[in-house]
C-alpha cells in the first residue's frame, strides 16, 4: 500500500501538467492571433483553393496574344518607314533638269499650283517644307481650296473614278506599291507623265507612268473638282 502511492501521486501530477500546458498553448494562441489579426485572415486567405490551370493558361495567352499584336504594330510601321526611307536616297549632283519641268502641253489650276512645289524634299509623314507624296497632293489642292486627307488610300476615295484614257492634266494617279490598295499617289500632267513627292529620288519631280516601276504599279486615277 505504501508503495503506490507514490506512483498514483506522480501520475496525477503529469496529467494535471500535461492539461495545464496544452491550456496555456490554446491561451498562446488566442493571444497572438488578437495582436495580429491581418496575419491570420491572410494565412487564411493562403489556405483557399489555388487558382485553376485553366484560368492561368487563359490570362497567359491573352497576354501573348496583346504582346504579339503591338509586335505587329510596331513591326508594320516601321517596314512601312523603312521601305520609303530606303527609296528615298538621291544624288543632288545626278537631278535630271528635265523632271523638275513639267510638259509644255501642261496647263492646269492643278499643275499651276503644283509646279511651286518642285524640287521640294521628300520626307515621310511631312506636309510642310517637305512632303510624301500625299502632303503634296493635299497642300497643291488646299491651295486650291479643297480639304484632302493626308492618305493616299483615303484619297483614292475621293472625286470621281476615270479610266486611263479619260486622263487630263489636273487628275489624280495611284500605284499600288508597298502594301495591298492605293499607297503612293501623283497629278497627272500630260504626255504620260506625272508630278508627285517621289519617295525613290527623296524630292517632289516629274516622271513617266511609262517608266516599268510605276507602269507595272499604276492602280487607278480620280478626278476631283475645285473652283479654280
Do not use: W
Not at 501520475?11 to 494562441?29: E, I, P, Y
Not at 511651286?116 to 491651295?143: K, N
Amino acid at each position: 500500500m505504501s508503495r503506490t502511492r507514490p506512483s498514483s501521486a506522480r501520475t496525477l501530477l503529469v496529467a494535471r501538467v500535461g492539461r495545464f500546458a496544452s491550456l496555456f498553448v490554446t491561451s498562446l494562441a488566442i493571444l497572438l492571433v488578437s495582436l495580429n489579426p491581418s496575419g491570420a485572415a491572410a494565412k487564411a486567405k493562403s489556405r483557399k483553393a489555388p487558382v485553376s490551370r485553366k484560368a492561368l493558361s487563359q490570362g497567359a495567352r491573352a497576354k501573348a496574344a496583346d504582346g504579339k499584336t503591338q509586335h505587329k504594330r510596331k513591326g508594320k510601321k516601321q517596314r512601312k518607314k523603312r521601305g520609303h526611307s530606303q527609296q528615298a536616297r538621291r544624288s543632288s549632283a545626278a537631278v535630271n533638269p528635265e523632271k523638275l519641268s513639267l510638259p509644255g502641253s501642261a496647263n492646269s489650276p492643278v499643275l499651276r499650283v503644283a509646279s511651286r512645289y518642285l524640287g521640294m524634299p521628300y520626307r515621310f509623314g511631312a506636309a510642310s517644307g517637305a512632303y510624301d507624296c500625299s502632303g503634296f497632293v493635299r497642300r497643291v489642292f488646299e491651295d486650291l481650296g479643297v480639304d484632302l486627307p493626308h492618305s493616299a488610300r483615303q484619297q483614292f476615295s475621293f472625286g470621281d473614278r476615270i479610266h486611263r484614257e479619260e486622263l487630263v492634266p489636273g487628275d489624280l494617279v495611284f500605284f499600288r506599291t508597298y502594301r495591298p490598295g492605293a499607297s503612293h499617289v501623283g497629278i497627272y500632267a500630260g504626255n504620260d507623265q506625272f508630278i508627285h513627292a517621289a519617295t525613290r529620288a527623296g524630292q517632289v519631280q516629274v516622271d513617266s507612268l511609262r517608266e516599268s516601276y510605276y507602269a507595272s504599279r499604276y492602280l487607278g486615277a480620280r478626278r476631283i473638282e475645285h473652283d479654280s
